[in-house]
């Protein structure tokens, strides 16, 4: 319990601390195991027990990736995966490999054992930090996806390759049997194997889903849980035991489980032990680090991680080039992937115990793989810092020398889901509008709807005056984010005071600041839509569609007439209370006096 405390407390400590300097999630679940590791703080020791727990997390996160995945999308990924994926393991491993014999006095089989370990990236750590980041789903996210799904399938045939790269006899192989079948002929394997995946297969289709269902007649959500985490554990167990990985089962069974009506409450039960599990492994290889090695061979250890991820990014930035990603999206690709990844101390205790090379050298191998993981999110992190720098700017050259057509008529800035709807309705109605977003991959997205938006920052006067606040009659402030919004106002109302000023308000404090700012009108962008449903909500509880509508216009009002009361008190955290308190009572008596009042009407 003492080391359950410690984890915990170290990943709420380091984690938010990670976020806040922007860092992610995964660098601060890393740093917060080198904190407590044994060569910091030494709270906890040896981490071999943990890190087999923790690797359920890993496991659990490909059965949740295999339920976003139907079949029919995942067989048209079979290129990406196998091509892409495939000629990644193979360069990747190839070009490790004769860099290993090139800088030690390895043989070639010890040397191709480490290019195999090495050519593998990081499940955990690369989707993780994609997802973190909003990259998971975008084509460069889809690409890395694939080639990490043909390398947790290709975990396989490297193991079973191992044996025959030990330097020993196989009669003298100290490596005990994990495997219920290994004592088999090869072509006995492989078909048990093939076997194995076919029934889990058909267990999905057809078992799964029906025992789902009956548990969801009971409507025990605890036994749902159970069964949802029966399913993962039976799989890892089942594969484990004839040799296979554990992670490709999971993911082969979530594929199976997508089409099924209880996906999304699988995926909902699963998720938080997946986060749990992950951060706990990403804390395992943080307080796994070897630091005395480190020491002791500073400058071998510091060449072997450069030469580690220069060679995998030669390679991928070749395969970027090959099937033609895009510079952005080849380097997004290339920087994912470009360390070692968690299967690699699977590969490795494995050749150590085949004696394919010694201990020793397996303890470096490890050591470079945690140390190029740990520089994962800071590789990512410095691609946002780039992109942002560099990339968006010449995104966004095409937009710079458009002339702006200026309206006289109304200039609508932001073009979201908000300002689209008041774009479309104010055009069908035939006036002219300006559009100005300042977002490049909106006015992109938009472009190819039909839509002519131009990019620019309308909290700027030079384009304000170009998209015609001169001339046009009304402004409609319609982007999401309330700092730009205030700026936009305030330079309007300063360069173009003839203008009228409609605003999207985000929630209520943005409210108040646009009515200190006088604006000639605003509209809180969820109030109506959810007093419509509270209206629904209200229809369905039995009251009339008549006194639903009445509840609800006698609410629109007295909100209105609070917002504006409460606008003068705001920022006085006294004040703004007691008339909160007031606000509220006035509410339901107003309420409870108009039910009265439609009572005595029907009583009469």
Sequence with gaps: MINALIYLCAAIIAVPLAKRAGLGAVLGYLLAGVLIGPYALSLVGDQTDVMHVAEFGVVMMLFLIGLELQPSR??????????????????????????????????????????????????????????????LNTPAGNNTFSVLLFQDIAIIPILALLPLLSNVASSDSPMESHSLIESLPASVQVFISLTTIAAVILAGRFLAAPIFRKIAETDTREIFTAFALFIVVAITVLMQSIGLSPALGAFIAGVVLADCEYRHEIEADIEPFKGLLLGLFFITVGAGIDFDLLLDKPVVMGLSVVGLVAAKLLVLMLLAAIFKMGKWRGLLFSLALAQ???????????????QVFSPEVGDLVI???????????????????????????????????????????????????????????????????????????????????????????ASRKDLLRAAGGDQATLLIVAVDEPERAMRIVDTAQRSFPHLKILVRAIDRSHAYKLIAANVTG??????????????????????????????GQLFETHDENSLRKLARVWGDDKSYGRAIRKNLDELRRVLQEDAQKRRDEDSQ
């Design 74 to 135: 995942l067989w048209d990924m079979r290129r990406p995966i196998l091509g892409l994926g495939g000629l990644q393991v193979v360069l990747s491993a190839g070009l490790i490999t004769l860099l290993v014999m090139a800088v030690s006095d390895l043989d070639w089989r010890s040397a191709l054992a480490i290019g195999l370990a090495l050519a593998l990236s990081s499940t955990a750590i690369v989707l993780q930090s994609l997802q973190e980041r909003g990259l």
């Design 340 to 354: 070692g990844g968690e299967f690699a101390f699977v590969i490795v205790a494995a050749a150590n115990a085949n």
């Design 367 to 457: 050591l470079v793989v945690a140390l190029s993981m740990l520089l994962t999110p800071l590789l990512l992190a410095a691609y946002e810092t780039l992109f942002s720098r560099t990339g968006r700017k010449k995104s966004t050259a095409s937009f710079a020398d458009e002339s702006i057509p200026p309206s006289e008529h109304v200039i609508i800035a932001g073009y979201g889901r908000f300002g689209q709807i008041i774009g479309r309705l104010l055009s069908a109605q035939g006036y002219q509008l300006t559009i100005l977003d300042h977002s490049p991959g909106q006015v992109e997205l938009v472009r190819r709807f039909g839509s002519q938006v131009y990019y620019g920052d």
């Design 522 to 551: 605003l509209r809180r962008e969820t109030f109506h839509s959810a007093l419509k449903l509270g209206v629904d909500a209200l229809k369905e509880l039995g009251l009339s569609t008549e006194a639903a509508e009445r509840a």
